[in-house]
């Protein structure tokens, strides 16, 4: 790519960055999704990061300004009222101010942090930023172990498609089939499909489920309770390891800023428990990794994208990697979400089978840190292909590269400053 056609990108992705911050913190995009979104900040402030780190860190601090009491982060921050989106705040009923949904998102807060820390021009704003959040991150990760491994089996559970990040991927499809929709559901108007196409959001079969799992929960005030209730119960591969990254990334901080009472202990412990389940995610027959149903206590049957986070985790193997390599071969550009040759493969229905800058990016920059750099490449040059040809989309269509979703999406201009503009 030359320099001009750099240059015009960084200046578009910077724009669309100042365009959706709403004072403090940012937007995914406008109309679709109007709030703070807990993972879409973190990685969001890696954007700002590139040319305004002050904004990083007052992102990622805003974010965790909304973290409730146990330590858990939401998922959606609802700063202020918009009747474009739901479910809102009076569907939550959370009683929390500001106003939050009730379950939360994959945590990569504590590797957003680390990240912009490592590469901090004004060294002194970073280390104080940093050691402002350090507790909270701990908490967040604490509430994770605590909460959601309630057994210590070293796997921590995810009790809604939306707290995956992932909402209608299709390793969720048998969990959610099994979730009998509740009769007395309130009547509800979806407003997603009023922004984009229904041919690339969730089937309302499963938004009526996501619906009867909100209600569940609420009716339980979003306790700890809802655990062991929970219809919905499973390891997803992608939250568990995110959550082992941002462990190592956890004790890297407690190394690096020196709190004499943090408990390296207690993180350590987490990493070597996590370490030892993990076998449970792979699949010895194919060399891939998937989910595991805690409820069913059995393996997804299908295997998706998110299992390559494994090398993000720290754990990917060569097995793995050339598993990846077949899975690329299959699509002009990686890294689609579902294998295209995968029955439940549909090539612009969100997750399940487009691509998206944001795994891209985990899994891409999981791979440099482990040697496999051509990999690597490929889905860092794949991205900043994808954004050049057809720009800063939601996700992009796995067959012909298209643009789908919200457009001006805040991650993608992030992923492109932080990441995807290095290609070669
Ligand atoms: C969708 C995505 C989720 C994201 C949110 C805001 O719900 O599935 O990952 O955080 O939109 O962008």
Not at 152 to 175: C, F, I, K, Q, Y
Not at 190 to 217: F, G, K, N, W
């Amino acid at each position: 790519m030359d320099q001009a056609a750099r240059d015009r990108l960084d200046a578009s992705a910077r724009k669309i960055l100042e365009d959706n911050d709403r004072g403090g913190y940012t937007v995914p995009t406008s109309g679709l999704y109007p709030f703070q979104w807990n993972w879409d900040s973190c990685l969001v402030a890696l954007g700002w990061a590139a040319f305004d780190e002050a904004r990083a860190w007052q992102e990622i601090e805003t974010l965790l300004s909304a973290q409730w009491d146990d330590g858990m982060v939401p998922h959606i921050v609802f700063r202020r009222p918009d009747p474009g989106y739901f479910p809102g705040p009076e569907v939550w009923r959370t009683g929390r101010t500001p106003a939050t949904s009730g379950i939360t998102q994959p945590p990569v807060a504590a590797s957003c942090v680390r990240r912009i820390l490592e590469r901090a021009r004004d060294r002194t704003c970073a280390e104080a930023a940093a050691r402002r959040l350090f507790p909270k991150l701990l908490a967040f990760q604490r509430w994770f172990h605590r909460v959601r491994d309630p057994g210590r089996l070293g796997l921590v559970a995810t009790l809604h498609p939306w707290e995956t990040g992932m909402d209608n991927s299709p390793a969720w499809d048998e969990a959610l089939g099994r979730i009998e929709v509740a009769p007395d559901l309130e009547p509800y108007t979806r407003r997603d499909t009023q922004h984009v196409a229904a041919a690339e959001r969730p089937t309302s079969a499963e938004y009526d489920r996501y619906m009867t799992l909100v209600e569940l929960y609420r009716a339980h005030d979003y306790g700890p309770g809802i655990v062991r209730e929970a219809p919905f119960r499973v390891a997803d591969v992608a939250t568990n390891c995110i959550l082992l990254r941002a462990d190592r990334d956890l004790l890297w901080l407690a190394n690096r800023l020196g709190p004499t009472d943090a408990p390296r202990d207690e993180i350590a412990g987490w990493i070597s428990r996590a370490e030892a389940s993990f076998a449970r995610f792979r699949n010895p027959a194919t060399g891939l990794w998937r989910s595991y149903d805690l409820r069913a206590d059995a393996p997804v049957p299908t295997a998706t994208h998110a299992g390559f986070l494994a090398f993000w985790a720290g754990v990917g193997d060569d097995a793995l990697a050339e598993s990846l390599d077949k899975w690329l071969a299959g699509t002009r550009y990686g890294l689609a979400s579902v294998r295209a040759d995968d029955p439940r493969f549909e090539r612009q229905r969100y997750w399940r089978g487009p691509i998206w800058a944001i795994t891209n990016f985990l899994i891409g920059e999981g791979l440099a840190e482990s040697g496999f750099e051509r990999l690597a490449a490929r889905l860092r040059d794949d991205t900043a292909a994808l954004i050049a040809a057809h720009g800063f989309f939601e996700y992009f269509d796995a067959v012909d590269g298209r643009g789908c979703g919200g457009d001006r999406f805040s991650w993608t201009a992030a992923m492109w400053l932080a990441w995807a503009r290095q290609a070669t």
